[in-house]
């Protein structure tokens, strides 16, 4: 599994993107289980787009129709649909072309999936896996939020946002056999090698083994061991935190970079074990501050762990904005390197 | 009093929709009483008036185990409960609060079910189920089974987008499904024609591409035949049917309404189609039996309530430990914190 | 303002429940402002409800039906119509019969209510009152929610969540003259004095002044002064931790138990000020645990003021599942008073 | 090609339209090049191909400033943003991200958009203008202004419950709006006889109990008249209109759209109805005016056009600190944490 963290390519290995990865994810439970089927718009429509971000391209030449299922723009229906078919017995995987549409069927995700299963006394189940992409690149306020920590705080629904190739196919695999609803949010600036430069210049592949395998939900990765400073980050921060890391490695900072891959079910033991060495903690997010899971973890350990705690916490995220289109307001709002590597700074002088 | 039209039915067929009726006005009467004798916890949403619609839908289905018919309900479940299968017993303890509720006292008045006899927990989000049951027809399509989901919900429900989205997608789908919508007028305190410049719910299918029926929610067979020919297309391959039945409740819109926003005069109109008399009118004016043996049915449904009162009344409470069970199906460490 | 706090009725008090206290600052708001209409689900309907609560009953007959606009069931074109309205210079009261329904209208709330503003450069604003009533009463998972820490996270938004009459018509006063759009979160069994057995036996009433005067949004109350924890909690919560802490008092156990009043923005001042005297930090709400806004109270006090802080930060909410309908399970769910006099008694001995 | 009907219309009145529907073609073909140039940040979709509902519908509207009328837009506004009088270097300098733009560099391409014209900032989600249309319809209705709001669509949109829940809201309040769909046949990829069994979007009005009717997009008179008309009804308390509007649109969904959902020959016959080239024919052969009066036209609308562009380019980029401002009209402080 530490080959998922390597940042340079081994001869010999076979790295993929997050989006290659994500589809091989998909078709391979498409063919171990007849009950998987993908719902969603523009999935699927030949001549089409395999999706907002070409993760579908070649499923319905694979699958057909019937499996790969397009719709109208519906979300609510396509949320609803996906319920209801799990309760039946199927594994949907409906799509949101962008996450800022979630806020479309929230009361298919929040009211329905998350309690159908506990309203029937746990005779029925809801294994459904949405796909959420995530993440700023320029489009404005209504496509580049990342609103997964609304469903941190939805009992009954879980949430996992992988960073890399071999987490995002293992995971998705786990997710798709999951008997629970889980929610996949992937960055937008992950998919391909496009998000690059974003991502501190950092390989954004990884190498994914031939081999069946699931990463598991609820399980955390240190991304790189190290003694002074905690720091737990997902997507495109995630590259960022590790890049800084590296620079502030020469100034004898030596941050251990924890990937919590799962956002519900935490893996709160791994951060906390981390903390126990290192005594400080910084969170950080493309989530807006307030209300983000960054403040769950940090409530937890402030709670678990306060007296490992040699410095305060310190949460570095999007501040409490609408996202601005303009390049330079955008890097104004989110948590980029420099405001990073500043922070970490601070936090190892306390 | 106008008896509904039972010709061509079985005495045994017509004793069997009387009977049903019953269980539902009787049971319905009965939890209010227990309700203002705190007996019962939260609200209540009856069914007084509509029970020629849940009966007759439900007994269009198919309740064959191996390919069973399913339906979604909606905050006024009990009359939907007790007609597609779901135990008085069961029904009553789920009011009740108890272990032995049919969602084991996790559910509740407003989300009565049971996927054993092909119920999920009703929605009490208004169309809720509208969104839903598209995901059942969906299922059963790619499935191949053969079976049908038929969907209840109330004229007021049609105004939500959830109508609109999942109507159409069922549509374009050609989903196994039956909607049937119960038009009692009202939504809460707020009538029909005061949310919608068409008279009819029916009216709205046409802009879906279905076929749509309006049929007199006060006969049970009536429904039941629009119903079956509903279903049996749906099964074909023919897409959803959009059915809506005319309906009143007799009690107000939960417990504790005045009714001050509709006349006593237009109330007394509907309770003269009153479904359970126009059949038992029906019944004893043709001479398929007499009002002895409607006495009889009588006796037995209110057997069958009070042993569901009883026991619902000697059995045991939620062990609390059960709160925090169900809500994953592959538990996971709940919050760290108390 | 003390007064609001008292908990027998002195003579002379004009002594108001909340349901009183709202329908006066509604109808007060209204005489003054020729902008202000209400708009929701059976809210003027004659011979109705006015409002699932009753909280409208007269305002029809005082106002007329062009500012007490009865809708059909569509909380999008409510919450839309709301939205709209406020940025052509009107101040909307938009009404959710029970916060449980936000989630149909989550778009129109996050997406647009919130960002309208921001993505026209501060051109345009956005003045309405979404009236939400949240709390457990027996009506199980999809009748009883407390959704407010959702909108804590939403950047645009304002979050109030009254606990008194007091408070309540001040509150709504000022939110009705504030030119953001604020939600209202009000408990149901807080309305009248049915809740009083659930609120430890506490009065409910509250004096209220007949003079205009507005609560500002942003300021906490301290509700009982004390040394020994800091204690903040709100609604029906609230009452059980100032039972609690007089039960407490008995064994020497001295809390300062602080109403924070508004969720977004957050009088934090006041509670850190209470925790660098107390040193010791309980929070609670009715709210699930995870992710609730607790966390982010919880967050910025380990981020603050750490150093401040004797014993671990606690968090005492409804456990992260669905509400169940019967009331043994429901009581095993919510924060009861009992859970919370025993975290406080051992918080006390950290 | 078939020049469109301009029978009665002054030399100044066509010349006008034709140099008002120039100018977003232009605009969006150069900030195409702009694009690919990689000067603009983000992602386009444009309008090329629908200039004749954009302009036709706002030239429909009133714009005194005193009571003017209002549009809501959609994720593809750069058209309705320049007919509503949003000035080219406002819009430009927003593609752009600067701080001169119409937003202040807060908005951007699917958020065009500018209160002093008319115009709330575009909504990108897929019908959200329907939602919050309503809102600027209940305001005039109820401030008596005499104000009409008129909101943009395409015929995806027609299929979210935004549309449902809108529309049957401002039907039965009557509030004073024109809905103008653009039926350009595709949602994205999708299109729109698989999302829906009914062929018009203009067929789903009826059931809200609202006028509608169809009118080729390709005709900017057509389109006027009909917005004409639904405006002055709208105004007199008579409610709203369905408008669909039959285009389509010449460029991708978004910019990188290579179209394989759609036939080559498909465009060819599009482009055959192109509104710009008809209406320019339609001047031409009535000989309203003559070839050399056009190309002076052309020549104003490249010269405010390069105008923009320049001023873009020379425009300041917006303080990095602006970002943090305008997300509340009372501030708050800000998430302690940085
Ligand atoms: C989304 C949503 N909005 C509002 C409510 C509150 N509510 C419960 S029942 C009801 C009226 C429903 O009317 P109708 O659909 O006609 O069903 P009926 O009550 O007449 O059976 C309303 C408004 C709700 N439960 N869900
Ligand atoms: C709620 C929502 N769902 C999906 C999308 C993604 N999306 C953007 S444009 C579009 C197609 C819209 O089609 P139509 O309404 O016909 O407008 P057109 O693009 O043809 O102008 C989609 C699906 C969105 N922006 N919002
Ligand atoms: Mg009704
Ligand atoms: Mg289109």
Same sequence: chains 1, 3.
């Avoid at chain 1, 006394?121 to 489009?139: D, E, I, S, W």
């Avoid at chain 1, 705080?153 to 949430?159: A, T």
């Avoid at chain 2, 009965?30 to 705190?38: A, D, I, N, T």
């Avoid at chain 2, 391959?237 to 009690?251: D, Q, S, V």
Wanted: charged share 25%; glycine share 10%.
């Amino acid at each position: 599994m530490s080959t998922a963290t390597d940042t340079v390519a081994v001869t010999g290995e076979r790295r993929l993107t997050i989006a290659e990865a994500i589809r091989e994810g998909i078709a391979e439970e498409m063919e171990r289980d007849p009950r998987v089927f993908l719902i969603g718009e523009d999935v699927g429509i030949p001549g089409g787009f395999g999706g907002a971000f070409g993760v579908y391209l070649g499923l319905p030449e694979k699958f057909g129709h019937d499996r790969i299922i397009d719709t109208p723009i519906s979300e609510k229906a396509i949320a609803g649909a996906a319920v209801g078919a799990a309760m039946m017995g199927m594994r949907p995987i409906p799509d949101m072309q962008y996450a800022d549409f979630l806020f479309e069927c929230m009361d298919e995700l929040v009211n329905q999936a998350a309690k159908m299963r506990y309203m029937s006394g746990g005779k029925l189940k809801v294994p459904l896996v949405m796909r959420c992409p995530v993440g700023t690149a320029n489009r404005g306020a209504q496509h580049g939020q990342c609103p997964e920590s609304y469903f941190i705080h939805v009992p009954g629904l879980k949430v996992v946002a992988p960073s890399d190739a071999y987490v995002a196919k293992g995971i998705i695999k786990a997710a798709i056999r999951d008997d629970d609803p889980v929610l996949v949010f992937e960055h937008k600036l992950l998919y391909g090698s496009k998000g690059r430069e974003q991502a501190g210049g950092l390989d954004l592949t990884a190498h994914v083994p031939v081999e069946d395998y699931v990463f598991p939900i609820g399980k955390a990765l240190i991304k790189r061991i190290g003694s002074t400073i905690t720091v737990v980050a997902t997507h495109l921060t995630l590259y960022r935190c590790l890049a800084a890391a590296e620079e502030l490695a020469k100034e004898g900072i030596d941050c251990e970079v924890i990937d919590p891959v799962s956002l519900q079910p935490f893996d709160t033991d791994t951060v906390f074990a981390s903390v126990e060495k290192t005594g400080r903690l910084l969170i950080a997010h493309e989530d807006t501050l307030t209300g983000g899971w960054g403040a769950e973890l940090a409530a937890r350990v402030a709670e678990e762990r306060l007296f490992s705690l040699a410095a305060p916490i310190k949460r570095v995220a999007s501040y409490d904005v609408p996202l601005p289109v303009a390049p330079i307001l955008e890097q104004a709002v989110v948590p980029t390197q420099a405001r990073i590597t500043d922070e970490l700074r601070k936090l190892a002088k306390v | 009093m106008i008896p509904i039209d039972i010709s061509g039915l079985t005495r045994d067929d017509a004793m069997h929709l009387y009977q049903e009726m019953l269980r539902i006005r009787r049971f319905e009467d009965r939890v209010y009483q227990l309700f203002l004798k705190g007996e019962l916890p939260g609200t209540l949403h009856q069914y007084q008036g509509q029970e020629a619609v849940a009966v007759g839908a439900c007994q269009a289905l198919h309740s064959d185990p191996k390919n069973m018919d399913w339906i979604t309900s909606t905050h006024r479940p009990h009359g939907h409960a007790l007609a597609k299968g779901v135990s008085m017993r069961g029904a009553m303890a789920e009011l009740y609060g108890k272990a032995t509720g049919c969602c084991g006292g996790k559910g509740g008045s407003m989300h009565l079910g049971d996927p054993d006899v092909g119920m999920i927990p009703a929605i009490a989000i208004v169309a809720g189920g509208i969104s839903v049951v598209s995901g059942l027809g969906l299922a059963f399509k790619l499935q191949k089974s053969g079976q049908v989901a038929l969907c209840f919900f109330g004229e007021g429900a049609s105004n939500e987008g959830a109508f609109h989205e999942g109507v159409n997608f069922a549509a374009v789908q050609k989903l196994p499904i039956v909607y049937v919508c119960e038009n009692n007028m009202y939504g809460a305190s707020t009538p029909f024609h005061k949310t919608s410049l068409v008279a009819n719910v029916a009216d709205r299918a046409a802009v879906y591409g279905i076929p749509s029926v309006i049929v007199d929610g006060m006969d049970v067979v009536a429904v039941r035949t629009a119903v079956a020919e509903a279903r049996e297309r749906a099964a074909a391959g023919g897409g959803p049917t959009l059915i809506e039945a005319k309906t009143y409740r007799f009690a107000g819109h939960s417990r504790g309404d005045a009714r001050g926003y509709r006349t006593r005069e237009e109330e007394a109109e509907w309770v003269d189609k009153d479904p359970i008399e126009r059949m038992a009118l029906a019944i004893t004016s043709t001479g398929l039996a007499d009002e002895a043996a409607l006495a009889a049915v009588r006796v037995a449904v209110d057997t069958e309530l009070e042993d569901s009162v009883e026991f619902s009344r000697n059995s045991p409470d939620p062990d609390p430990s059960d709160a925090l069970t169900d809500a994953y199906a592959t538990p996971i460490t709940i919050g760290a914190s108390s």
